[in-house]
């Protein structure tokens, strides 16, 4: 079935240092691809959506700025979080559609972010 | 706005046995498309089951089934036989046609042995 890579699964990085996490449709192409933060014992809240060859879409209240998505490829969407601060840590999952039938997401396994 | 209700934070049900997730959602969207989701612990995401909201049949998938009342906005999840390995987060989601999807709070069902 469909794959989704997301890499890497954890991270702890200091105060105002930047952080990429990569998302890698392994065996299907994704135009679409969408990025998902969940805090502890919550649910998945979108904070964009990554368009291939386009820049992304952010939900309302995210910070394009602290959160840089690029989807160069149509197998590789990143979410930079720039000068990360403890607020920031967190779990960030990606998801692509079209490897499994249309409309369905496959999601990456997720990356936890620790800002210290 | 769409939005996702799961009304259970938690369920619990004895293993064999038979539990049932609630979900309702708002929507004025005739097409979309319906999805529970499971998250184990290991909080990787895999679909349990699809539902077109066109479709007039439940979906069902094993021992996995839904009650999809559109009128109603309903989408409950029946889990039959439950088995140790199905306890996990439950999330019910709301998608539409190219668009991104929504996720209600999520039930966290236990299974005991």
């Known amino acids: 079935g469909a794959v989704v890579s997301q890499h890497p699964s954890r991270v702890i990085c200091k105060s105002g240092t930047s952080v990429k996490i990569e998302c890698r449709s392994l065996d299907f192409q994704a135009t679409t691809m969408f990025w998902y933060r969940q805090f502890p014992k919550k649910s998945l809240m979108l904070m964009a959506t990554s368009n291939e060859g386009s820049k992304a879409t952010y939900e309302q209240g995210v910070e394009k700025d602290k959160f840089l998505i690029n989807h160069a490829s149509l197998t590789l969407s990143t979410l930079t979080v720039t000068s990360a601060h403890p607020e920031d840590s967190s779990f960030y999952i990606c998801?692509?559609?079209?490897?499994?039938?249309?409309?369905?997401?496959?999601f990456g396994a997720g990356s936890r972010l620790t800002v210290l | 706005a769409q939005t996702v209700t799961q009304s259970q934070p938690e369920m619990s049900v004895q293993e064999a046995e038979t539990v049932t997730l609630s979900c309702t959602y708002d929507?004025?969207?005739?097409?979309?498309?319906l999805f529970w989701y499971k998250q184990p612990p290991s909080r990787q995401m895999i679909l349990v089951i699809r539902q077109e909201a066109y479709k007039q049949q439940n979906a069902t998938e094993n021992r996995f089934s839904v009650n999809f009342q559109k009128a109603a906005k309903s989408f409950s999840l029946k889990i039959s036989d439950s088995q140790l390995g199905d306890a996990a987060m439950y999330f019910c989601a709301y998608k539409r046609e190219a668009r991104d999807m929504r996720f209600g709070a999520g039930t966290r069902l236990t299974v005991k042995p």
């Open positions: 929507t004025s969207e005739s097409d979309y498309y």
């Open positions: 998801s692509a559609m079209g490897g499994s039938g249309a409309n369905v997401l496959t």
